[in-house]
């Protein structure tokens, strides 16, 4: 199954921000999450941040979301702890996209065109110093380097796709196939979570995992590896 540092990287890569805090006081939060793993907030003049100090420290609350049917349920709270720093002006554009993929905001375009000016928004980043998670059965600690030296998982595009086509067309077959494989009714059962290494499947509010015969290399793997779970009925 994925390690904790890679688990913990694939929630953060679809997570939102909720939450902000500098020197333990809560700020206004608009951001996402960069390539790296690394919050990416977009701040704008008169905010706690916007006249950054180096030794400020920040912590930055990620949550990953699931939706079932017509209810969010959480499916992982990640907190982000370290120190904001000023995203270079060549790397800037692309840590606005990371941002308006979670906050359509028209500001972005400011910060961009108006980059570096004393009143413009502004677009920071986190420089990692440990990452507090809380997700499932498991919770703990990463040091930067573990969190920032792991990938997400490379299915996991295709998997949030697949996962949401089965829980939107295909529950009927889902809740045969995990019956068949409990050996009983299984309840009400939704696809919670796919990767490379196995499916795991909410019944009557339980977390039930299973694994693939052999990790998925390719998204045709996977799709097959989940085709069999359906099918095992």
Known sequence: MLTIPERIR???A???VARLSVDGAPT????????????????????????????????????AMRLLGQVTHPRGLIEVQGWA????????????????????DEALFEALERYGRPNAP??????????????GQDSGVLDADDYLDAAPDPLATTAERA??????????????GVAKQLGGDA?????????????TV????????????????????LETALRGLLCAC
């Open 28 to 63: 206004p939060a608009r951001g996402g999450v960069d390539e790296r793993g690394r919050p990416v907030l977009l701040v704008r003049p008169g905010e706690a941040l916007h006249g950054l100090r180096d030794d400020a420290v920040v912590a930055v609350n990620l949550t």
């Open 85 to 104: 720093q000023a995203v270079p002006e060549s790397e800037a554009r692309a840590a606005a996209v990371a941002v308006a993929a979670h906050t359509a």
């Open 14 to 16: 679809s997570a939102s």
């Open 163 to 176: 996962l949401a086509h089965i829980n939107e067309s295909h529950r009927a077959q889902l809740a045969g």
């Open 202 to 221: 909410r019944a009557d509010e339980q977390l039930v995992r299973f694994a693939w015969p052999a990790p998925a290399h390719t998204a045709l793997c």
């Open 122 to 135: 502004r677009l920071l980043r986190l420089d990692v110093g440990q990452v507090v998670y809380l997700t």
């Open 187 to 199: 309840g009400d059962v939704w696809l919670w979570e796919l990767d490379r290494y196995g499916a």
């Open 10 to 12: 694939t929630l953060a």
